[in-house]
């Protein structure tokens, strides 16, 4: 599998990305709103867009769709229940559902709701695999719930799917965020020396040279992954003081999604 991982350069820091068969140089192209630049990639490399990926309907991932189909002819794939907000649809996804790259390259797709209720995450059927993860992770953080989304059902996503997933699993999320979200995870867990030391190493860093993270070290440096951390539970109950003696993780989570929202 070939990642190409497109820095838009745009106010919203959005990625896209080309993800290749290396057998066919066939690709797909996921939520390709700088339709030039992922188009321009796709002709320097010789590979063939011959599908799109939206992992939800939010416009600055579906704002590329009608140039890439204009000028490709790919087909449109998007979450099933997003048919009504992602116009011209030709596949609608579930979770357990395997989308074909050319020859060798399978991806299955993950039903996962929060920061919209209509949202996958992809991961590659691949030797180290990968999750396109949109906006329900990112790196060292989560996504927002304000635009159709619940933060209860995103921790649900966290907790019974993206947990579980092989710990060399490389994140390719929709933004990059990281040094926001780094400076998040210490304010709430000053003692993280890893999210310290990644702070260090990423805050000069080129975003068209990304550090592309796993989930084992999401695990150490995002604090939506850290339910259990003392020091996280500490500094939430300065903020709120009605927390119970026994915190349970959804709670954690449901707080720091209330206080990211502010900070």
């Not at 927390?243 to 990211?260: A, C, G, H, S, W």
């Amino acid at each position: 599998m070939i990642v190409e991982q497109i820095w838009t350069g745009n106010a919203y820091r959005n990625f896209n990305y080309l993800i290749v068969c290396p057998d066919t140089g066939e690709a797909m192209a996921v939520d390709p709103l700088d339709h030039e630049k992922c188009l321009a990639a796709a002709k320097k490399n010789g590979w063939q867009i011959t599908q799109i990926l939206n992992t939800h309907e939010h416009g600055d991932h579906t704002g590329g769709n009608d140039a890439m189909i204009a000028a490709t002819g790919a087909k449109l794939l998007a979450h099933s229940n997003a048919k009504a907000k992602i116009p011209n649809m030709d596949r609608g996804l579930g979770a357990g559902d395997v989308i074909k790259i050319g020859k060798s390259l399978e991806l299955e797709c993950l039903d996962t709701p929060g920061h919209t209720m209509a949202h996958v995450c992809i991961m590659s059927r691949t030797a180290q695999p990968a999750l396109f993860c949109g906006d329900t992770l990112f790196n060292a953080g989560a996504g927002n719930c304000h635009n159709g989304g619940h933060p209860n059902e995103l921790y649900h996503t966290f907790a019974s799917q993206l947990a579980g997933l092989p710990e060399d699993t490389l994140i390719y999320p929709g933004h990059d965020y990281m040094i926001n979200n780094l400076e998040f995870t210490l304010d709430r867990e000053p003692d993280n020396e890893k999210a310290k030391l990644l702070l260090d190493d990423v805050g000069g860093q080129d975003p068209n040279k990304a550090l592309v993270s796993t989930l084992a070290m999401e695990k150490e440096i995002n604090t939506f992954f850290r339910l259990h951390s003392p020091s996280v539970i500490a500094r939430l109950r300065e903020s709120f003081s009605d927390l119970p003696d026994e915190v349970d993780p959804k709670t954690v989570f449901l707080k720091l999604r209330e206080l990211r929202n502010n900070w």
